[in-house]
């Protein structure tokens, strides 16, 4: 069984930074594109950023281009978000989620099959 645990979340104020963990179970760990995903209350589940087994690919959303930067450590399980110039508009529930060997469909919520239990991130303005 995959266990993805997510630390790292809070309140911080607009313009500062944050970086959420993801820890995972398992073996295979570094085999498998990881992702970041978040919601907002009242919004559907987004994709926020994405980053295959080896780090030599990764995606982003379009809204934390240039702000966010995912990375990797496959030797402690770990997929890192790193947050800067935070905006009150990336206040959400943020997963990490587990995705497939191949890169491919990143963005998109069903290519993963498991998920982590969600931390907070509050922006204050």
């Known amino acids: 069984q995959v266990q993805l645990v997510e630390s790292g979340g809070g309140l911080v104020q607009a313009g500062g930074s944050m970086r959420l963990s993801c820890a995972a179970s398992?073996?295979?760990?570094?085999?498998?594109?990881m992702g970041w995903f978040r919601q907002a209350p009242g919004k559907e589940r987004e994709f926020v950023a994405a980053?295959?087994?080896?780090?030599?690919?990764?995606a982003y959303a379009d809204s934390v281009k240039g702000r966010f930067t995912i990375s990797r450590d496959n030797a402690k399980n770990t997929v890192y978000l790193q947050m800067n110039s935070l905006k009150p508009e990336d206040t959400a529930v943020y997963y990490c989620?587990?995705?497939?060997?191949?890169?491919?469909?990143?963005?998109?919520?069903?290519?993963?099959?498991?998920w982590g239990q969600g931390t907070q991130v509050t922006v204050s303005s």
């Open positions: 398992g073996r295979t760990f570094s085999s498998y594109t």
């Open positions: 989620a587990r995705g497939g060997v191949t890169w491919g469909s990143v963005g998109s919520a069903s290519s993963y099959r498991y």
């Open positions: 980053i295959n087994w080896s780090a030599g690919n990764t």
